[in-house]
């Protein structure tokens, strides 16, 4: 079960378009099961994947960064420039999966009715020199 809400969706094409007006790219969508965004560089070629986490806190105080380690092994299973953006109140922190490093543990969020991975395996990224920051 999918349980994006619109101002999650609303946070998550925030950020992406943020992220890409960096560098005068854009993005596509891609399905919901699979990672968030193929981005393309100005001249519309493929450059990296992207997902997209939110997190309803100032960038200050964001950490430790959180996400399913199920996600992170399907992003770099693209290959390509494999990106995580964690969509915070205040503007967006990312970095390239190859130059970060986590730690890995069981966590997650309590179980929702419907759901089956709430509760998973995790990766949590403390602060480190890999990761950028861009205000809204």
């Not at 349980?3 to 399905?31: C, H, M």
């Not at 493929?46 to 380690?69: Q, T, W």
Request: glycine share 8%; aromatic share 14%.
């Amino acid at each position: 079960m999918i349980f994006e809400k619109p101002e999650d969706i609303e946070r998550e094409t925030n950020a992406i378009q943020k992220f890409v007006s960096l560098f005068d790219g854009s993005y596509k969508k891609l399905d919901k099961l699979d990672i968030d965004f193929k981005i393309f560089d100005k001249d519309k070629a493929l450059i990296a994947y992207v997902e997209v986490k939110g997190r309803k806190r100032d960038m200050s105080n964001a950490y430790p960064l959180p996400i399913s380690l199920e996600k992170v092994a399907k992003l770099i299973g693209k290959r390509l420039n494999p990106v995580i953006i964690w969509a915070c109140t205040d503007g967006i922190i990312y970095g390239k999966v190859y130059e970060l490093k986590g730690e890995v543990r069981w966590g997650g969020r309590p179980p929702r009715e419907g759901s089956f991975d709430d509760a998973e395996l995790m990766i949590y990224y403390a602060k480190q020199k890999g990761f950028k920051y861009v205000k809204f």
